[in-house]
Protein backbone atom coordinates (compact mmCIF):
# COMPACT_ATOMS: atom_id res chain seq x y z
CA UNK A 1 0.00 0.00 0.00
CA UNK A 2 0.98 3.24 -0.97
CA UNK A 3 2.60 5.77 2.32
CA UNK A 4 -0.21 8.27 3.47
CA UNK A 5 2.03 10.89 3.77
CA UNK A 6 3.04 12.47 0.69
CA UNK A 7 6.44 14.30 0.88
CA UNK A 8 6.21 16.43 -2.00
CA UNK A 9 2.46 17.32 -1.36
CA UNK A 10 2.99 20.80 -1.49
CA UNK A 11 1.64 21.30 -5.43
CA UNK A 12 -2.00 21.80 -6.65
CA UNK A 13 -3.70 23.69 -4.00
CA UNK A 14 -6.34 25.87 -4.09
CA UNK A 15 -5.59 28.89 -3.93
CA UNK A 16 -8.70 30.62 -2.47
CA UNK A 17 -8.63 28.25 0.22
CA UNK A 18 -5.90 29.83 1.97
CA UNK A 19 -7.56 32.98 1.06
CA UNK A 20 -10.70 31.77 2.80
CA UNK A 21 -8.61 30.20 5.29
CA UNK A 22 -7.05 34.00 6.45
CA UNK A 23 -9.90 35.56 6.33
CA UNK A 24 -11.87 32.79 8.80
CA UNK A 25 -8.62 32.31 10.93
CA UNK A 26 -5.91 34.60 10.49
CA UNK A 27 -2.46 33.21 8.82
CA UNK A 28 -2.23 30.95 6.69
CA UNK A 29 -2.71 27.18 7.22
CA UNK A 30 0.39 25.13 7.25
CA UNK A 31 -0.63 21.74 5.56
CA UNK A 32 -2.96 20.10 3.21
CA UNK A 33 -4.78 16.77 3.72
CA UNK A 34 -5.87 15.36 0.17
CA UNK A 35 -8.03 11.86 0.00
CA UNK A 36 -9.48 10.72 -3.28
CA UNK A 37 -12.67 9.66 -4.72
CA UNK A 38 -13.13 6.21 -6.00
CA UNK A 39 -14.99 4.58 -8.85
CA UNK A 40 -15.60 0.65 -8.13
CA UNK A 41 -15.35 -1.00 -11.18
CA UNK A 42 -16.33 -4.69 -10.02
CA UNK A 43 -17.38 -6.23 -6.59
CA UNK A 44 -20.88 -3.84 -5.50
CA UNK A 45 -22.41 -4.62 -1.96
CA UNK A 46 -19.89 -7.33 -1.08
CA UNK A 47 -16.94 -5.48 1.15
CA UNK A 48 -19.42 -5.90 3.87
CA UNK A 49 -19.87 -9.70 3.10
CA UNK A 50 -15.74 -9.58 3.39
CA UNK A 51 -15.68 -10.28 -0.08
CA UNK A 52 -13.03 -8.69 -2.21
CA UNK A 53 -13.96 -5.78 -4.61
CA UNK A 54 -12.41 -4.06 -7.45
CA UNK A 55 -12.16 0.07 -7.49
CA UNK A 56 -9.61 2.26 -8.66
CA UNK A 57 -9.08 6.22 -7.15
CA UNK A 58 -10.21 8.69 -9.25
CA UNK A 59 -8.79 12.23 -10.17
CA UNK A 60 -11.20 13.80 -8.23
CA UNK A 61 -10.23 14.57 -4.18
CA UNK A 62 -11.49 16.31 -1.00
CA UNK A 63 -8.34 18.90 0.32
CA UNK A 64 -7.96 19.97 4.07
CA UNK A 65 -5.66 22.83 4.50
CA UNK A 66 -5.49 22.95 8.09
CA UNK A 67 -3.34 24.18 10.75
CA UNK A 68 -3.15 22.97 14.22
CA UNK A 69 -4.80 24.78 17.46
CA UNK A 70 -3.57 24.63 21.02
CA UNK A 71 -7.01 23.29 22.45
CA UNK A 72 -9.37 20.57 21.30
CA UNK A 73 -11.74 22.69 19.36
CA UNK A 74 -11.79 21.38 15.66
CA UNK A 75 -13.28 24.44 13.41
CA UNK A 76 -13.77 23.38 9.46
CA UNK A 77 -15.93 25.58 6.94
CA UNK A 78 -16.53 23.94 3.59
CA UNK A 79 -15.66 26.34 0.52
CA UNK A 80 -18.76 25.30 -0.63
CA UNK A 81 -22.15 27.36 0.72
CA UNK A 82 -24.28 24.59 0.63
CA UNK A 83 -22.40 23.59 3.44
CA UNK A 84 -22.66 25.22 7.30
CA UNK A 85 -19.39 25.35 8.82
CA UNK A 86 -18.88 23.03 11.55
CA UNK A 87 -17.41 23.35 15.19
CA UNK A 88 -16.65 20.50 17.57
CA UNK A 89 -14.49 19.52 20.65
CA UNK A 90 -12.25 16.30 20.42
CA UNK A 91 -13.29 13.41 22.86
CA UNK A 92 -14.07 10.02 22.76
CA UNK A 93 -18.28 10.57 22.64
CA UNK A 94 -19.06 13.57 20.63
CA UNK A 95 -22.60 13.58 19.80
CA UNK A 96 -23.69 13.48 16.57
CA UNK A 97 -25.27 15.45 14.59
CA UNK A 98 -28.79 14.74 12.85
CA UNK A 99 -28.86 11.92 10.58
CA UNK A 100 -27.78 13.01 6.73
CA UNK A 101 -25.87 16.21 8.54
CA UNK A 102 -22.69 16.85 7.04
CA UNK A 103 -21.00 17.12 10.08
CA UNK A 104 -20.72 13.76 10.94
CA UNK A 105 -18.45 12.94 8.49
CA UNK A 106 -16.33 15.52 10.17
CA UNK A 107 -16.87 14.30 13.67
CA UNK A 108 -16.64 10.45 12.87
CA UNK A 109 -12.94 9.98 12.51
CA UNK A 110 -12.24 12.65 15.11
CA UNK A 111 -14.59 10.63 17.72
CA UNK A 112 -12.88 7.13 16.77
CA UNK A 113 -9.29 8.90 16.79
CA UNK A 114 -9.84 10.23 20.17
CA UNK A 115 -11.34 6.55 21.20
CA UNK A 116 -7.85 4.74 20.17
CA UNK A 117 -5.61 7.28 21.14
CA UNK A 118 -4.97 10.27 23.28
CA UNK A 119 -5.83 13.07 21.25
CA UNK A 120 -6.18 16.59 22.08
CA UNK A 121 -4.61 18.85 20.48
CA UNK A 122 -7.56 20.39 17.68
CA UNK A 123 -7.31 22.49 14.44
CA UNK A 124 -8.59 24.88 12.21
CA UNK A 125 -9.61 23.75 8.26
CA UNK A 126 -10.92 24.62 5.07
CA UNK A 127 -12.37 21.90 2.79
CA UNK A 128 -12.92 21.70 -0.30
CA UNK A 129 -13.84 18.58 -2.66
CA UNK A 130 -14.29 18.62 -6.04
CA UNK A 131 -15.77 14.89 -6.17
CA UNK A 132 -19.95 14.98 -6.96
CA UNK A 133 -21.83 14.91 -4.24
CA UNK A 134 -24.23 11.91 -3.01
CA UNK A 135 -22.93 10.28 -6.51
CA UNK A 136 -21.49 7.10 -5.23
CA UNK A 137 -18.45 8.12 -6.34
CA UNK A 138 -17.26 8.27 -2.24
CA UNK A 139 -17.28 11.80 -1.86
CA UNK A 140 -18.40 11.28 1.87
CA UNK A 141 -15.71 8.94 2.72
CA UNK A 142 -13.03 11.45 1.20
CA UNK A 143 -14.36 13.44 3.88
CA UNK A 144 -13.70 11.43 6.42
CA UNK A 145 -10.25 10.08 5.52
CA UNK A 146 -9.15 14.03 5.20
CA UNK A 147 -9.98 15.01 8.50
CA UNK A 148 -8.97 11.85 10.34
CA UNK A 149 -5.34 12.32 8.41
CA UNK A 150 -5.09 15.57 9.14
CA UNK A 151 -6.07 15.07 12.96
CA UNK A 152 -3.49 12.10 13.14
CA UNK A 153 -1.02 14.68 11.58
CA UNK A 154 -1.13 17.32 14.66
CA UNK A 155 -1.53 14.77 17.22
CA UNK A 156 1.70 12.93 15.80
CA UNK A 157 -0.14 9.69 15.70
CA UNK A 158 1.60 7.49 12.98
CA UNK A 159 -0.24 4.81 11.56
CA UNK A 160 0.05 2.39 8.43
CA UNK A 161 -2.28 3.03 5.45
CA UNK A 162 -3.96 -0.37 5.83
CA UNK A 163 -4.22 0.36 9.92
CA UNK A 164 -5.51 3.80 9.02
CA UNK A 165 -8.13 2.61 6.61
CA UNK A 166 -9.05 0.26 8.94
CA UNK A 167 -9.74 2.54 11.37
CA UNK A 168 -11.63 4.80 9.25
CA UNK A 169 -14.08 2.09 8.51
CA UNK A 170 -15.17 1.89 11.71
CA UNK A 171 -15.39 5.31 12.18
CA UNK A 172 -17.71 5.81 9.37
CA UNK A 173 -19.87 3.70 10.81
CA UNK A 174 -20.91 6.82 13.17
CA UNK A 175 -22.99 8.19 10.45
CA UNK A 176 -25.30 5.30 10.81
CA UNK A 177 -24.70 3.78 7.90
CA UNK A 178 -23.02 0.23 7.95
CA UNK A 179 -20.41 0.31 5.34
CA UNK A 180 -18.13 -2.09 4.09
CA UNK A 181 -14.39 -1.25 4.38
CA UNK A 182 -13.71 -0.26 0.14
CA UNK A 183 -13.97 3.18 0.31
CA UNK A 184 -11.28 3.81 3.18
CA UNK A 185 -9.40 1.17 1.65
CA UNK A 186 -8.55 2.29 -1.62
CA UNK A 187 -8.74 5.77 -0.57
CA UNK A 188 -5.74 5.41 1.16
CA UNK A 189 -4.05 2.24 -0.79
CA UNK A 190 -4.62 3.45 -4.24
CA UNK A 191 -1.26 3.58 -6.59
CA UNK A 192 -1.99 6.31 -10.13
CA UNK A 193 -2.31 4.04 -13.10
CA UNK A 194 -3.72 1.07 -11.17
CA UNK A 195 -7.04 -0.52 -9.84
CA UNK A 196 -6.65 -2.58 -6.67
CA UNK A 197 -8.53 -5.79 -6.03
CA UNK A 198 -9.22 -5.37 -2.28
CA UNK A 199 -9.58 -8.49 0.30
CA UNK A 200 -10.76 -7.89 4.04
CA UNK A 201 -10.29 -9.35 7.85
CA UNK A 202 -7.30 -8.82 7.71
CA UNK A 203 -7.01 -5.98 4.68
CA UNK A 204 -4.97 -6.86 1.63
CA UNK A 205 -4.62 -5.03 -1.35
CA UNK A 206 -3.46 -6.23 -4.88
CA UNK A 207 -2.46 -3.27 -7.85
CA UNK A 208 -3.58 -4.07 -10.97
CA UNK A 209 -2.36 -1.93 -13.77
CA UNK A 210 -4.90 -0.37 -15.82
CA UNK A 211 -4.25 -0.75 -19.65
CA UNK A 212 -2.98 2.33 -21.54
CA UNK A 213 -6.11 2.13 -23.79
CA UNK A 214 -8.97 1.26 -21.43
CA UNK A 215 -11.29 4.01 -20.63
CA UNK A 216 -13.51 3.64 -17.45
CA UNK A 217 -16.04 6.60 -18.55
CA UNK A 218 -17.92 7.91 -15.20
CA UNK A 219 -21.86 8.96 -16.03
CA UNK A 220 -24.24 10.55 -13.18
CA UNK A 221 -27.66 10.73 -13.10
CA UNK A 222 -28.07 13.55 -11.70
CA UNK A 223 -30.15 12.00 -9.16
CA UNK A 224 -28.77 11.89 -5.64
CA UNK A 225 -27.82 8.72 -3.41
CA UNK A 226 -27.27 9.94 0.13
CA UNK A 227 -25.56 7.30 2.14
CA UNK A 228 -26.09 8.94 4.99
CA UNK A 229 -30.04 10.07 4.04
CA UNK A 230 -32.57 8.84 1.72
CA UNK A 231 -30.37 5.51 0.50
CA UNK A 232 -29.12 4.49 4.54
CA UNK A 233 -31.99 2.53 5.18
CA UNK A 234 -32.40 0.43 2.03
CA UNK A 235 -28.41 -0.01 2.30
CA UNK A 236 -28.03 -1.20 6.23
CA UNK A 237 -31.21 -3.31 4.90
CA UNK A 238 -28.98 -5.00 2.12
CA UNK A 239 -26.52 -5.82 4.71
CA UNK A 240 -28.72 -7.69 7.18
CA UNK A 241 -30.09 -9.70 4.78
CA UNK A 242 -26.56 -10.74 3.64
CA UNK A 243 -25.83 -11.75 6.90
CA UNK A 244 -29.51 -13.44 7.66
CA UNK A 245 -29.31 -15.48 4.48
CA UNK A 246 -25.76 -16.39 5.39
CA UNK A 247 -26.73 -17.79 8.82
CA UNK A 248 -29.92 -19.72 7.38
CA UNK A 249 -27.69 -21.38 4.15
CA UNK A 250 -24.97 -22.08 7.07
CA UNK A 251 -27.43 -23.67 9.78
CA UNK A 252 -29.08 -25.71 6.84
CA UNK A 253 -25.98 -26.92 5.62
CA UNK A 254 -24.71 -28.15 9.53
CA UNK A 255 -27.97 -29.51 10.24
CA UNK A 256 -27.96 -31.81 6.34
CA UNK A 257 -24.32 -32.85 6.86
CA UNK A 258 -23.36 -30.73 3.85
CA UNK A 259 -20.72 -28.65 5.89
CA UNK A 260 -18.14 -30.26 8.56
CA UNK A 261 -17.47 -27.07 10.20
CA UNK A 262 -19.49 -23.80 10.85
CA UNK A 263 -17.76 -21.11 8.64
CA UNK A 264 -16.29 -17.58 9.59
CA UNK A 265 -17.97 -16.07 6.97
CA UNK A 266 -18.56 -15.51 3.02
CA UNK A 267 -15.44 -16.23 1.86
CA UNK A 268 -14.71 -19.53 4.34
CA UNK A 269 -18.12 -20.98 2.89
CA UNK A 270 -16.85 -20.20 -0.51
CA UNK A 271 -13.61 -21.73 0.05
CA UNK A 272 -15.23 -24.87 1.78
CA UNK A 273 -18.04 -25.90 -0.80
CA UNK A 274 -17.61 -23.75 -3.92
CA UNK A 275 -19.60 -21.01 -5.76
CA UNK A 276 -21.64 -23.96 -7.30
CA UNK A 277 -22.24 -26.24 -4.43
CA UNK A 278 -23.35 -22.83 -2.03
CA UNK A 279 -25.84 -21.31 -4.62
CA UNK A 280 -27.38 -24.83 -4.18
CA UNK A 281 -27.55 -25.12 -0.63
CA UNK A 282 -28.89 -21.57 -1.00
CA UNK A 283 -32.03 -22.70 -3.54
CA UNK A 284 -32.92 -25.22 -1.21
CA UNK A 285 -32.89 -23.37 2.35
CA UNK A 286 -33.80 -19.65 1.06
CA UNK A 287 -36.97 -17.81 0.72
CA UNK A 288 -37.07 -15.61 -2.30
CA UNK A 289 -35.83 -12.24 -1.52
CA UNK A 290 -32.96 -13.74 0.42
CA UNK A 291 -31.77 -15.96 -2.48
CA UNK A 292 -32.08 -13.23 -4.63
CA UNK A 293 -29.31 -11.34 -2.38
CA UNK A 294 -27.40 -14.38 -1.54
CA UNK A 295 -27.04 -14.76 -5.21
CA UNK A 296 -26.07 -11.60 -6.06
CA UNK A 297 -23.04 -12.13 -3.58
CA UNK A 298 -21.80 -14.75 -4.64
CA UNK A 299 -21.76 -14.21 -8.61
CA UNK A 300 -20.84 -11.12 -8.00
CA UNK A 301 -17.60 -11.89 -5.68
CA UNK A 302 -16.98 -14.67 -8.64
CA UNK A 303 -17.17 -11.82 -11.41
CA UNK A 304 -14.30 -9.70 -9.36
CA UNK A 305 -11.88 -12.48 -10.05
CA UNK A 306 -12.82 -12.86 -13.33
CA UNK A 307 -12.24 -9.60 -13.84
CA UNK A 308 -9.02 -9.38 -11.97
CA UNK A 309 -8.11 -11.97 -14.44
CA UNK A 310 -9.04 -9.86 -17.42
CA UNK A 311 -7.43 -6.72 -16.06
CA UNK A 312 -4.16 -8.95 -16.29
CA UNK A 313 -4.58 -10.11 -19.38
CA UNK A 314 -5.90 -7.16 -21.34
CA UNK A 315 -9.39 -8.71 -22.37
CA UNK A 316 -11.36 -5.45 -23.08
CA UNK A 317 -14.48 -7.65 -24.16
CA UNK A 318 -14.30 -9.65 -21.37
CA UNK A 319 -14.49 -7.28 -18.65
CA UNK A 320 -17.22 -5.45 -20.35
CA UNK A 321 -19.11 -8.72 -20.25
CA UNK A 322 -18.71 -8.61 -16.83
CA UNK A 323 -19.78 -5.44 -15.97
CA UNK A 324 -23.32 -6.24 -17.74
CA UNK A 325 -23.85 -9.47 -15.80
CA UNK A 326 -22.89 -7.44 -12.68
CA UNK A 327 -25.75 -4.86 -13.33
CA UNK A 328 -27.77 -6.85 -14.09
CA UNK A 329 -27.61 -9.34 -10.51
CA UNK A 330 -27.88 -5.43 -8.99
CA UNK A 331 -30.84 -4.70 -11.12
CA UNK A 332 -32.64 -8.04 -10.49
CA UNK A 333 -31.25 -9.93 -7.40
CA UNK A 334 -29.92 -6.67 -5.36
CA UNK A 335 -32.69 -4.13 -6.43
CA UNK A 336 -30.36 -1.47 -5.86
CA UNK A 337 -30.67 0.14 -9.56
CA UNK A 338 -33.15 2.47 -10.80
CA UNK A 339 -35.10 3.86 -14.06
CA UNK A 340 -32.48 6.52 -14.75
CA UNK A 341 -29.18 4.08 -14.00
CA UNK A 342 -30.62 1.33 -16.22
CA UNK A 343 -31.02 4.44 -19.21
CA UNK A 344 -27.52 5.23 -18.80
CA UNK A 345 -26.33 1.78 -18.94
CA UNK A 346 -28.32 1.26 -21.85
CA UNK A 347 -27.17 4.34 -23.25
CA UNK A 348 -23.49 3.73 -23.15
CA UNK A 349 -23.97 0.21 -24.54
CA UNK A 350 -25.69 1.82 -27.49
CA UNK A 351 -22.78 4.28 -28.06
CA UNK A 352 -20.22 1.47 -27.93
CA UNK A 353 -19.29 0.81 -24.52
CA UNK A 354 -17.72 -2.69 -24.17
CA UNK A 355 -20.19 -3.03 -21.06
CA UNK A 356 -21.65 -0.71 -18.24
CA UNK A 357 -22.85 -1.12 -14.51
CA UNK A 358 -23.85 1.15 -11.93
CA UNK A 359 -21.15 1.85 -9.68
CA UNK A 360 -21.28 2.81 -5.53
CA UNK A 361 -24.14 1.65 -3.85
CA UNK A 362 -26.80 2.53 -6.05
CA UNK A 363 -30.32 3.87 -5.60
CA UNK A 364 -29.18 6.95 -8.10
CA UNK A 365 -25.49 8.21 -8.26
CA UNK A 366 -23.32 7.34 -11.30
CA UNK A 367 -22.55 4.49 -13.43
CA UNK A 368 -19.30 3.19 -15.27
CA UNK A 369 -18.92 2.20 -18.57
CA UNK A 370 -15.57 0.90 -20.11
CA UNK A 371 -14.53 1.65 -23.80
CA UNK A 372 -10.82 1.47 -25.73
CA UNK A 373 -9.28 4.87 -26.59
CA UNK A 374 -10.94 4.80 -30.72
CA UNK A 375 -14.41 4.22 -28.98
CA UNK A 376 -14.34 6.55 -25.86
CA UNK A 377 -15.65 9.93 -28.13
CA UNK A 378 -18.65 7.90 -29.17
CA UNK A 379 -19.38 7.02 -26.15
CA UNK A 380 -19.39 10.19 -24.29
CA UNK A 381 -20.88 11.58 -27.58
CA UNK A 382 -23.85 9.45 -27.05
CA UNK A 383 -24.41 9.88 -23.43
CA UNK A 384 -24.32 13.59 -23.84
CA UNK A 385 -26.52 13.63 -26.28
CA UNK A 386 -29.13 10.96 -25.56
CA UNK A 387 -28.86 11.51 -20.93
CA UNK A 388 -27.67 14.92 -20.61
CA UNK A 389 -28.71 17.11 -22.95
CA UNK A 390 -32.35 16.29 -23.70
CA UNK A 391 -32.63 16.85 -19.80
CA UNK A 392 -31.04 20.10 -19.47
CA UNK A 393 -27.81 19.18 -17.74
CA UNK A 394 -25.42 20.20 -20.97
CA UNK A 395 -23.92 22.89 -19.14
CA UNK A 396 -21.11 21.49 -16.56
CA UNK A 397 -21.28 18.54 -18.14
CA UNK A 398 -17.75 17.54 -17.64
CA UNK A 399 -18.83 17.34 -13.76
CA UNK A 400 -21.41 14.45 -14.53
CA UNK A 401 -19.68 12.77 -17.38
CA UNK A 402 -15.87 12.24 -17.26
CA UNK A 403 -12.85 9.62 -18.03
CA UNK A 404 -12.27 8.56 -14.57
CA UNK A 405 -7.95 8.61 -14.11
CA UNK A 406 -6.41 5.80 -11.56
CA UNK A 407 -5.13 8.14 -9.26
CA UNK A 408 -3.10 8.20 -5.93
CA UNK A 409 -4.14 7.26 -2.68
CA UNK A 410 -4.50 9.78 0.72
CA UNK A 411 -1.50 11.79 1.85
CA UNK A 412 -0.68 14.89 4.23
CA UNK A 413 2.12 17.49 3.21
CA UNK A 414 3.01 20.84 3.75
CA UNK A 415 0.75 23.79 2.51
CA UNK A 416 1.80 26.07 -0.41
CA UNK A 417 0.02 28.68 1.58
CA UNK A 418 2.41 27.98 4.26
CA UNK A 419 5.74 27.84 2.29
CA UNK A 420 4.94 30.91 0.45
CA UNK A 421 3.63 33.12 3.62
C1 LIG B 1 -20.86 2.30 -0.32
C2 LIG B 1 -20.14 1.75 0.90
C3 LIG B 1 -19.15 0.67 0.51
C4 LIG B 1 -19.79 -0.39 -0.38
C5 LIG B 1 -20.57 0.27 -1.53
C6 LIG B 1 -21.34 -0.73 -2.35
O1 LIG B 1 -19.96 2.99 -1.12
O2 LIG B 1 -19.46 2.78 1.58
O3 LIG B 1 -18.59 0.11 1.66
O4 LIG B 1 -20.60 -1.24 0.35
O5 LIG B 1 -21.47 1.25 -1.06
O6 LIG B 1 -20.48 -1.60 -3.00
Not at 55 to 82: K, S
Not at 238 to 264: G, M
Not at 271 to 297: D, Q, T, W
Request: net charge negative; hydrophobic share 45%; charged share 20%.
Amino acid sequence: MAEARDPEGVTNERSTDSELFSSLFGGAPTHVARAPGRVNLMGEHIDYCDLAVLPMATQHEAQLQFRARDDGLVRITNQDPEFDPVEFELGPAIAPGSRGDWRNYLQAPANELARQFAIWRGLDGVLSSDIPVAAGLSSSTALVNAVGLALAEVNEVLLAPAQFAELMAEAEHYTGTRGGGMDQAIGFGARAGHAACIAFSPLRMRHVAVPEDWCFVVADTGVRAEKSGRAQGPYNQRRSECEEALDVVVQFALQHDRLPTRPRGYPDLLRMLGAAEVISLAEEALEARLLKRFRHVVTEADRVDQAVDCLLSADLAGFGTLMDASHGSLYADYQVSSRELDELVAIAREGGGAGARLTGAGFGGCIVTLADRGTVGAVLETLAEQYFEPRGMGDGIDDRLFVAVPSAGASVGNSVAAAGA
